[in-house]
């Protein structure tokens, strides 16, 4: 019985087996059957052919070695169907086959577990369906639908080609389009995917032209669509890059409208996509789809054109119907007023009228090259002071410079000169030049509260008008400025009849800025120049007299600075007039800010080359300004003040001069005038008579030729300037005619030169040599008395004579004391002698002003008593001193020995040495009798002696400070004395100059 059952097994089996090789062998589907291991253990001929391999040779074999661009997707597939048991059912797959990998081609597989007789999984099952072709019929409807809506959808011909790009690539899979346009105006569009990374690729297609070496030319060209299966370089001109960036296939479609190509699509893909001739047609169809949609969109645009252009005429009819009527409105104004203030005003006030702006303003370019703002309308009182623009600053400036308009929409976005329009509130703004003969003369602006309140056509209309305007301005201004000439002329007039009338310069000048002051400003202020000193103010008028009389007792405290940067002070020093057309904000404080001052110009009161003074107009509460032409005028008329000025000076001084010569002729001392250049312009009768020189043998002649001798002397005579303490005269000898004359005489400087005085002191000068010869005379008589004291001081040594000790010291103490006391004073008398008769050398040379000091003190404490001390200061680094150290040593000797003689208390003496500029000072200072001011001056005289009755016990010649100041002036030098007065001691100051490298023997 088990052999029956065995049979049957095999029998059924077998039939089994035939079936399966029936169903394999007819099956449409692909069939295919894996083990445990995954190699194939049978497939059908239909899954060979789509593995594109022989069945025969698929046993054994794993999924990798038959498809291995599948493998990694499959193999996790089969091995989940083994490992769970279930099944995958109606997998759909796209990939290539082992004979062409970058092909496309849909699957639709499903894969089932096999069990063995035990229930076990002895492999897997599998039915394998291609759907490639029901896959690409299904793109072509897709794509058919798809882009017929977004013709549909599209409102014209730019936003459909955006739309028809990324459709056909994503209907088709394709991964980039272009689209060219035939016509050179219009741009190529291109779309890529996202993740396409096709930079390189869309960047030469934007630069490439439609030439017929490109793809779309050819297209263009012939009109027929094409297909590239692959990229080649003979073909395809941009497949390097293409190439380099993945893309494997594409097509190309012209757009058609009535059989004319304007345009071309082309689309391409990193899958290599075969020619599908069932495609070819299709995108050939959307060309000519686009192509309608194109020429519809076009006619439409073009009625729309029409549309708006008929709109467009109508609007610019219109509008140029009111712009004719604007114009006439504006040219109405320009034409009726011919005074510039009145036309500027009526202009501004029918330009906001007509714009409906809320300001409006003219700014007029000025001499002094900058935009003066002339007249406003809606602006208020902000801008009655606004300051000058210059060419080329901010909006007004930029316009003038370029001679451009400027419509501004947001005025926030814009550089101005000035805030006053944002302090406004205005926000949009339209400007245009004022232009006469190519030059500008002006900007005219309007403004509106309002953003973008104004149009092109607002800017075209003020444009427009603009010649007429600024020609009207021009004339008004030409005529303006003629009736101001010719004003300023008759007030010049007026004011030289004024200058002309009286020779009192305050009363005229006053006159006359009362004159100035309500015509040509408001306000007029003259200052006068005063010798020594500041400016002082004697003219401040106003229209108001009471105004001027407060601003008068304002100022009276104050004057103008002469150092000044600015104003008054700086006109008067340099002579150059200050005009200030807008008055710097830092210039102005006080009274002035107060006042409302705003403009000013200031000149110099120059005639003959001297500045008098200066003249200062001002404009306060009219509002006007300099400029130029104003501070012209005014140079004018300060030059004519200036000559009235001189004239009356030289009318005073030609009185004066007359009077002082009357004085001169009665006045007994001699007097005469050298000016500046050394002539003699006065010679009165006493100096005709003590020199017996006639007076036109002197005047207008020059001093040095008319006055012999007068060269040796000039420099000797003691001069001081006019107001200082009269100097003593100086005796000084003058050769004339061969007498010689001893004058004492000095000079007093004055404005005109020099006023020499002198007296003749020829008989005195007589009497003195007489005394000096007798002084001599008896000096050397002295010398018999030093030998009969030299030998009665002998006798007293003699032993024969009884003489206790006391006796014999203090005769000779006497002795020694006269001898030594008849040889200083003998020594004076030759000193004297020697100085009155010009016989004392004096040897200059480099002398050492620390080590003669000091040799001075040291040999005085050699003799000094104890009731006196010497004290020596030296200041460090003295430099040495030019003089004869003999005579230096002389001088300083006779200063120490009359301070200890001239302090008979005892003290302290000082002696101090010092730097005093280029010149070395000793000061020799005692706290004894002093002496008085009446007398500090004579100290200096020969045999003048401070104590003659010797109250105090101190004698001596008179001859020792004599002597000082004659070695001292010969040594370049200066000596004095500074004394409180009797009994509080005094100081002797000797001054020589440093020294330089040289030695001179006088």
């Not at 639709?108 to 759907?131: L, M, N, T």
């Not at 941009?238 to 190309?252: H, K, M, N, T």
């Not at 001081?793 to 020694?816: E, F, I, K, P």
Request: proline letters at 5%.
């Amino acid at each position: 019985m088990s052999h029956i059952v065995d049979g049957r097994d095999e029998v059924d089996a077998s039939r089994t087996s035939a079936l399966l090789d029936a169903l394999y062998g007819s099956a449409p589907v692909g069939l295919g059957f894996w083990d445990r291991e995954l190699r194939y253990v049978r497939v059908n001929e239909a899954l060979a052919r789509i593995n594109d391999r022989p069945a025969e040779d698929h046993a054994g074999r794993t999924l990798a070695e038959v498809v291995p661009q599948l493998a990694h997707v499959l193999e996790p597939i089969v091995r989940r169907v083994l490992e769970s048991g279930e099944a995958v059912v109606a997998l759909e797959m796209t990939g290539g086959t082992p004979a062409d990998p970058d092909a496309l081609r849909h699957w639709s597989a499903s894969y089932y577990p096999v069990f063995g007789p035990d229930g076990e999984i002895i492999g897997v099952g599998g039915v394998v369906e291609e759907i490639t072709e029901r896959r690409h019929a299904e793109q072509r409807t897709q794509l058919q639908h798809a882009v017929t809506r977004v013709l549909a959808e599209a409102e014209n011909a730019d936003a459909a080609i955006l739309r028809v790009l990324p459709t056909i690539c994503e209907s088709l899979g394709w991964d980039v389009a272009c689209y060219w346009a035939t016509g050179p105006e219009e741009p190529r569009v291109a779309w890529a995917r996202p993740d396409a990374q096709l930079d390189g690729f869309l960047a030469m297609t934007e630069r490439a032209s439609l030439s017929a070496a490109m793809l779309p030319g050819r297209v263009a060209a012939t009109g027929d669509a094409e297909w590239l299966e692959t990229l080649d370089p003979a073909r395809f001109a941009r497949a390097s890059v293409a190439s380099a960036e993945g893309l494997r296939s594409g097509v190309a479609f012209p757009v058609l409208i009535e059989g004319d190509v304007v345009g071309v699509l082309e689309a391409f893909t990193r899958s290599r996509r075969a020619r599908d001739p069932q495609l070819e047609p299709i995108l050939n169809a959307l060309g000519a789809q686009l192509g309608q949609f194109l020429r519809r969109k076009r006619v439409e645009d073009e009625r729309l054109v029409l549309l708006q252009r008929e709109r467009q005429a109508r609007a610019d009819a219109e509008a140029a119907a009111s712009t004719l009527r604007k114009l006439q409105r504006i040219s109405e104004v320009v034409l009726e007023h011919h005074v510039l203030h009145d036309l500027l005003d009526s202009l501004l006030h029918r330009i906001v009228e007509v714009l409906e702006a809320d300001t409006a303003a003219i700014l007029l370019l000025e001499a002094d090259g900058r935009l003066h703002l002339r007249a406003t309308a809606g602006m208020g009182d902000a801008v009655r002071h606004e300051a000058p623009i210059p060419l080329g600053a901010g909006l007004a400036g930029k316009v003038a410079a370029s001679r451009e308009s400027a419509l501004i929409s947001d005025l926030s976005q814009v550089e101005l000169f000035s805030p006053v329009l944002r302090a406004r509130g205005i926000n949009s703004l339209v400007a245009i030049p004022l232009v006469v003969e190519g030059r500008s003369i002006g900007v005219l602006h309007a403004g509106s509260e309002a953003f973008a309140q104004f149009a092109a056509e607002d800017a075209r209309l003020l444009e427009l008008v603009a010649d007429r305007i600024a020609l009207a301005i021009n004339q008004a201004s030409l005529h303006e400025a003629e009736r101001a000439a010719q004003a300023q002329l008759r007030f010049l007039g007026e004011a030289s009849a004024l200058l002309g009338s009286s020779l009192d310069v305050e009363l005229t000048l006053d006159q006359l800025g009362k004159l100035v002051a309500g015509r040509v400003a408001d306000w007029c202020s003259i200052h006068l120049t005063t010798p020594g000193g500041p400016p002082r103010l004697v003219c401040i008028a106003h229209a108001d007299p009471q105004r001027a009389a407060g601003a008068q007792a304002a100022l009276a405290g104050g004057a103008p600075s002469e150092d000044a940067p600015a104003g008054v002070g700086r006109v008067i020093r340099t002579g150059e007039p200050e005009l200030y057309p807008t008055i710097p904000p830092e210039l102005l404080a006080g009274p002035a800010k107060e006042a409302g001052i705003h403009s000013c110009v200031i000149v110099p009161l120059q005639a003959r080359g001297r500045t008098f003074g200066a003249m200062s107009l001002v404009w306060a509460e009219t509002d006007a300004h300099y400029d130029e032409r104003d501070r012209d005028f005014a140079l004018d008329l300060a030059h004519r003040a200036a000559v009235a000025i001189d004239n009356a000076q030289l009318y005073q001084e030609a009185q004066e001069r007359a009077q002082a010569a009357r004085v001169l002729a009665s006045v007994g001392d001699g007097v005469f005038l050298v000016d500046r250049r050394g002539y003699v312009r006065t010679w009165n009768r006493a100096a005709v008579a003590a020199t017996g020189l006639r007076a036109d043998e002197v005047i207008d002649r020059l001093a040095a030729e008319a006055i012999p001798g007068w060269s040796a002397i000039a420099s000797r005579v003691p001069i001081v300037t006019a107001g200082s303490v009269s100097p003593r005269a100086d005796s000084l000898p003058l050769d004339v005619g061969g007498r010689e004359l001893w004058l004492s005489i000095h000079g007093v400087v004055v404005p005109d030169g020099i006023v020499y005085a002198f007296r003749d002191l020829t008989e005195e000068r007589a009497l003195e040599t007489m005394r000096t010869e007798f002084v001599s005379t008896v000096s050397h008589e002295l010398r018999t008395p030093l030998a009969a004291i030299y030998g009665a001081a002998m006798t007293l040594r003699r032993s024969d004579v009884t003489l206790d000790d006391g006796q014999r010291s203090n005769l000779l103490d006497v002795v020694s004391g006269e001898a030594d006391r008849l040889a200083r004073t003998v020594n004076d008398i030759l000193w004297a002698s020697r100085l009155d008769t010009d016989s004392l050398h004096v040897t200059i040379q480099n002398c050492d002003p620390e080590a003669m000091a000091k040799d001075v003190v040291q040999a005085q404490l050699v003799h000094l008593d104890e009731g006196h001390e010497i004290v020596l200061t030296m200041e460090e680094a003295l430099p040495a001193v030019s003089g004869d150290p003999d005579k230096v040593s002389r001088v300083l000797i006779n200063l120490v020995d009359n301070a200890v003689k001239y302090s008979p208390d005892g003290g302290r003496i000082g002696v101090e040495v010092r730097r005093a500029g280029s010149h070395v000072r000793f000061a020799v200072t005692d706290r004894g009798l002093g002496i008085p001011p009446t007398e500090q001056r004579r100290v200096f005289e020969k045999f003048y002696r401070l104590d003659p009755n010797m109250n105090r016990g101190v004698g001596g010649t008179g001859l020792g400070l004599y002597i000082c100041r004659e070695l001292v002036r010969r040594m370049d030098g200066r000596i004095w004395v500074e004394s409180k007065g009797l009994g509080r001691g005094s100081t002797f100051y000797v001054e020589l100059p440093a020294a330089a490298d040289y030695q001179v023997e006088l």
